[in-house]
């Protein structure tokens, strides 16, 4: 039996019945992370002496009758830009390369209690801007279906991570897609919850108002699973929400007969590839299907949604980021006057793509500019908020490409920023209007991944899950497995 394809609940339930112990399934996934991460650079840090010290406990606890948390055993991952006391927080940046906190983010504290192990911190796009994980300052992630091409990014090597069985499941932040796009690539089920669904505290920030902490998983139980844990009103972060939180495994299995799903026309024309759209249209079909019905409708504004989004982003980007000056912590340039120290520390720290949002952040904030860009700019996100506000009054949920594209080569747009941030088209408005937001696999082009998503209004999690699993039930493309080549052989 290969421990690491199989999915969290089935470990839970062999974990549970004493069929596995947690020290044998860490070191089942700790051994399956070190064949395959020459091929993929899914992790930054690794953690294996933690989580075996961490699964011993797990099992003594066991064998004491302590009742095990939720998720006691299961290995997972986070993206490194989730603060872990003790343990490095680099953000896939030279500027924080050394960096260690001194206290847990709040949803590593509940992942924690509820039992499950960090195996370690996974590679992303430096400051979590990119959409290939190619921007990271150590090395690029590659995709385990095909590793001459990118996992998507921001949250790249959380995606890769998954997909290739080094981890059961996984925490990515998502700011314009950055969880559903690699989800979409790798062929998994990746999940942004509602903006203050989750606490953002001890999430480095890139773009306040729109980050939002969610999972990647291999199926949509273990999404269900994993909501459980990290959903929930939090003291220390502001904008978390107090409304209450549902047991979302309630809402696995409930048939979908009658639920209304609208297609908007805008996410299926121009720049969607033909293989994407036609696999977004058998979807739909699937879901007529299993009862749903399925109505073609139109979001006219959401063709506003990338320019908000390349105004809004990096302004608030500009802001967060200001505070890594060399003065306080990370990475410094010795110089002889406090202006050269800002200048050479912020010119070497940061990575071309970090550097070029700033830069844009920081024009748009200017006081000749504030007015006519960064303002405008959120005066049209309130309309597209109140155009999806109007789609919800009509539908339970919206069906959409997660992506417009299979994945691509590395190196591929690397050169072309315009064309690598129009890979977050269909992405970017979930979080402009703080939706709710699932990627699922949809299908397959020449071997390379399609994914699926669908938005929901706020505080709707439960149904978009009740919606993803009666898809999957219906299809096969979740049980499907790349195979990555690991030291020159394929599989293990």
């Known amino acids: 039996m290969k421990l690491w394809d199989l999915s969290g609940h089935r470990l839970r339930n062999l974990l549970d019945q004493g069929e596995l112990s947690a020290q044998e399934l860490v070191e089942a996934f700790l051994t399956r992370q070190q064949n395959t991460e020459p091929a993929l650079h899914a992790f930054v840090t690794t953690t294996g002496p933690q989580a075996l010290a961490a699964a011993k406990e797990i099992d003594n606890a066991r064998a004491r009758g302590e009742k095990p948390g939720a998720l006691a055993g299961i290995p997972m991952a986070l993206k490194d830009n989730i603060c872990t006391a003790g343990i490095k ?33 996974t590679n992303m796009d430096e400051f979590a801007m990119g959409s290939s994980t190619e921007n990271s300052a150590f090395y690029p992630t590659r995709n385990p279906w095909d590793t001459s091409r990118v996992p998507g990014g921001s949250s790249g090597g959380s995606a890769a991570a998954v997909a290739a069985g080094q981890a059961v499941f996984a925490l990515g932040s998502d700011t314009g897609g950055s969880i559903r796009q690699p989800a979409a690539f790798c ?11 989750v606490s953002r505290f001890g999430l480095v920030a890139f773009a306040s108002s729109l980050d939002q ?15 459980n844990v990290i959903c929930g009103r939090d003291e220390f972060d502001p904008t978390s929400v107090s409304a209450p939180v549902p047991d979302y495994s309630k809402f696995i299995g409930r048939e979908i007969k009658g639920l209304r799903i609208g297609l908007p026309r805008e ?13 977004i249209l058998q979807a739909a079909q699937t879901f ?18 990338p320019a908000v989004y390349y105004v809004i982003a990096p302004a608030e980007a500009s802001s967060n980021l200001g505070r890594f000056d060399g003065v306080r912590y990370g990475f410094r340039v010795p110089t002889s006057d406090l202006d050269s120290l800002y200048k050479k520390t912020r010119s070497q720290g940061f990575g071309p793509e970090v550097r070029r949002r700033i830069m844009i952040g920081t024009y748009v904030l200017t006081a000749d500019n504030y007015k006519n860009l960064y303002q405008r700019a959120q005066q049209v996100r309130t309309l597209i908020i109140e155009e999806f506000e109007q789609a919800f009054s009509r539908y339970d949920l919206l069906l959409t490409p997660t992506s417009p594209a299979v994945p691509f080569k590395l ?8 064309q690598m941030y129009l890979m977050d088209v269909c992405t970017i408005p979930a979080n402009l209007a703080g939706l709710p937001a699932i990627s699922i696999p949809a299908g397959f082009s020449a071997g390379l991944p399609v994914g699926m998503q669908l938005m929901a209004k ?6 978009l899950l009740q919606a993803a699993y009666s898809f999957e039930q ?6 499907r497995r790349p195979a990555i080549a690991s030291g020159g052989v394929v599989g293990e």
């Not at 007529?288 to 949604?305: R, W």
């Not at 190196?411 to 315009?418: A, N, Q, R, V």
């Open 89 to 121: 927080t680099t953000c896939s940046s030279k500027m924080l390369a050394n960096y260690v906190p001194p206290y847990d983010a709040t949803v590593v504290k509940s992942l924690r209690q509820a039992g499950s192990i960090l195996t370690g911190k």
């Open 187 to 197: 062929s998994i089920v990746g999940f942004k919850p509602s903006y203050g669904r």
């Open 213 to 227: 902490i969610g999972c990647f998983t291999k199926d949509v139980t273990d999404c269900a699973a994993v909501l």
């Open 267 to 279: 996410f299926l024309q121009e720049g969607i590839q033909p293989a994407v759209r036609e696999a």
């Open 288 to 305: 007529e299907n299993l009862g749903a019905v399925v109505e073609e409708t139109s979001l006219p504004k959401m063709k506003y949604a």
């Open 411 to 418: 190196g591929e747009k690397m050169d072309d920023p315009l």
């Open 458 to 463: 706020p505080w709707a999690e439960g149904t």
């Open 474 to 479: 219906a299809t096969d493309y979740h049980q």
